[in-house]
């Protein structure tokens, strides 16, 4: 089983829709959850951390399950800019200071 | 303006020859690492450095190796390339290689990736 695990998509939403990502990760001990963006092969870019409290930046909402081992992201109000890779970020507390990528998740918002 | 710098962006290479990927930060973090990137697999740790002279094995260093002379400069090199490591490579920092989400000091900051082809 991977150590973090996202459904690769493609999710092909027109605008305006509410989109919906999860990735669920093995390590319970894990400490720091992020989501990253990465457009096309380029370099990924934070999107938003994911706190234990779950957290909100304009239309994207993180929420954090730790009883069940997984993150979230709510894309509300879909927009064309928002066709991208989601990726999917684990910091385990296992010792080491390793960051565990998903494999990433493809949206494609159409007009 | 705050950046990872990485060098070279695009390289064709044969087997067997040695070359080395630099990767510079100027924002002063003490946190590096060296990631890769291939179709369906998303990125995987190679290394990281979590201060100078300090550096270990992320999930797949063989073949690869690294040094942290100086804070700012974590270069990777690769002895003896293989068609195997073709891969788009991402160099990172962070502040801190620990802290939790809401600290902010492990948000990476990401080269613009060098694109790496052994023939």
């Known amino acids: 089983r991977k150590e973090v695990e996202q459904d690769p998509g493609p999710f092909n939403v027109p605008e305006g829709a509410t989109v919906a990502f999860n990735c669920t990760y093995s390590n319970s001990a894990s400490q720091s959850f992020f989501w990253y963006r990465q457009d096309c092969r380029k370099e990924p870019k934070l999107l938003m951390s994911?706190?234990?409290s779950g957290n909100e930046d304009g239309r994207f909402t993180a929420q954090l399950n730790r009883a069940s081992q997984y993150i979230s992201l709510l894309i509300r109000d879909s927009k064309l800019s928002d066709s991208a890779t989601y990726l999917c970020?684990?910091?385990?507390?296992?010792?080491?200071?390793?960051?565990?990528f998903g494999a990433g998740t493809r949206l494609f918002v159409k007009a | 303006e705050a950046q990872v710098t990485q060098n070279p962006r695009y390289l064709i290479t044969v087997t067997g020859k040695k070359l080395t990927v630099t990767c510079s930060q100027n924002m002063n973090h003490e946190y590096m690492s060296w990631y890769r990137q291939d179709p369906g697999l998303g990125l995987r740790q190679i290394y990281y450095?979590?201060?100078?002279?300090?550096?270990d094995k992320g999930d797949v260093p063989e073949g690869y190796k690294v040094s942290r002379k100086e804070k700012r400069n974590f270069p990777l090199i690769l002895e003896s390339p293989s068609p195997n490591q073709t891969s788009l490579y991402f160099c990172?920092?962070?502040?801190?290689?620990?802290?939790?989400?809401?600290?902010?000091?492990?948000?990476?900051?990401f080269g613009a990736g060098s694109r790496l082809t052994v023939l």
């Open positions: 970020v684990v910091t385990p507390n296992t010792g080491g200071f390793k960051t565990i």
């Open positions: 994911v706190y234990s």
């Open positions: 450095s979590m201060n100078v002279e300090v550096t």
């Open positions: 990172a920092s962070s502040l801190s290689g620990s802290g939790t989400a809401s600290s902010g000091a492990n948000v990476l900051t």
